[in-house]
């Protein structure tokens, strides 16, 4: 199993009286309450924890967001472009350019193209199809998001891919009469792709694409149902099986000298939860497009239909399911009951992990989100170098298998 490092660089600097008054902590939150003073702090300190995770033998994540206290990193590739150039070792996940977002997917190639070559062929593209805040912010309607996303990433694919000369694209969402992209890729055919999602819909078309499927805090029984949703869909197209490195999940992690020093530190990353994803129902539930018409009526519904498979009950019962539930006002104990938190000593946070990945199937990737909120610098340092000493080195004896439900005893060493 390969682990990847991540850090949405949030800023917690912001009054909690104003945050309680402010309708949303997204989007329409006044850039004033942001220091740049602190801001650039901050970057300093967290770009500082990628090069040490680099040097611990991780690999790392850049994401993106925009407008609000959750994450200062609105520009995608200018993250990328410092860690191509200043890591080593490590591989580049970029989860990633809005895609959805951005009126030219060309000039998204480009900038993979670019950033692929400055760090030798170490770049993945992950993709996600956004929303809520992120389309209001960007003045971009939700409607014909799943349709964009689709096509932009096969003109992205092309444009990497083509080297004998331009070509055009006419598509319904996206024109480009001349695409020919220098430097082209490092990586022949191309980086490998990636795409977080959890909506069964978008999960069978990751997995008849063969990219590899992301969760992010689903928890579970959402998790679970999303990787099912993609091996289906392969096996009903006649498609060979995924193995386990195609699949991959995102959760907050913090790992601890003892038991209350691990929870302590994952209490401090439940800020990202319990703070910064207060937003207004225009940003979410009520923008046009969020919902298809069909799911109109299940959207104040929270508890996911039971499985009737008796294997996935017995499972189910130890672990509580996650998917629509409310997030915000997680304790340490009910998130890592929940699956999006993994805390405490090394032999708990291990155990944890492998929890999850025997109830969902397997995953190949471990994408853990090791700083948020008032966790400081020296904490995330000494929680990094704890998990790389004493949990990295039984992942990475888990090699990949094919991956499914009936495949998980199957997957290497006992369990420490």
Known sequence: MDVWYQCEIPYPFVAQDVLDRAPSVRASLPNRYCDPNVAADLFEE?????????????????????????????????????????????????LGTLVTLRPDPVRIAEEYATADVISRGRLEIGFV????SESASSNV???????????????????????????SWEGRHFTHRHVNVWPPCYQRPLPRMWSATGDASTSADVGRRGMVHTLVLRGPEGTRAAFAANRRARAEAGLPPSTTDRFSYAALVAVGETEDEGLRLGDKLLWFLNTSMKSAPQFNKFLAGVAPPQAAPMIYRTKPKADTNAE?????????????????????????????????????????????????????????????????????????????????????????????????????????
């Open 129 to 132: 199809k956004s929303g809520g």
């Open 141 to 167: 309607s939700m409607i014909d998001n799943g349709e964009r996303y689709w096509e932009a990433i096969d003109l992205i694919s092309k444009a990497l891919t083509s080297h004998d000369a331009p070509f």
């Open 312 to 416: 996935a009950q017995q499972a189910a019962s130890a672990m509580k399911p996650s998917v629509g539930g409310a997030l915000i006002g997680m304790t340490a104990e009910r998130a890592i009951a929940q699956g999006i938190l993994f805390a405490g000593t090394p032999d708990s946070v291990y155990k944890q992990i492998m929890d999850l990945y025997d109830f969902v199937g397997g995953y190949g990737h471990l994408v853990m989100i090791g700083r948020s909120g008032f966790m400081t610098h020296a904490e995330t340092e000494k929680s990094l170098g704890l998990f790389a000493r004493e949990v990295l080195p039984r992942l990475k004896e888990i090699a990949a298998v094919q991956a499914g439900l009936d495949q998980r005893w199957s997957r290497g060493p006992v369990r420490k």
């Open 46 to 94: 967290c770009i500082d924890e990628f090069l040490l995770a680099d040097e611990l033998g991780l690999n790392v994540v850049a994401i993106e967001h925009h407008a609000g206290i959750n994450s200062l990193l609105a520009a995608n590739p200018m993250l990328v472009a410092i860690l191509a150039r200043q890591t080593r070792k490590a591989r580049i996940l970029s």
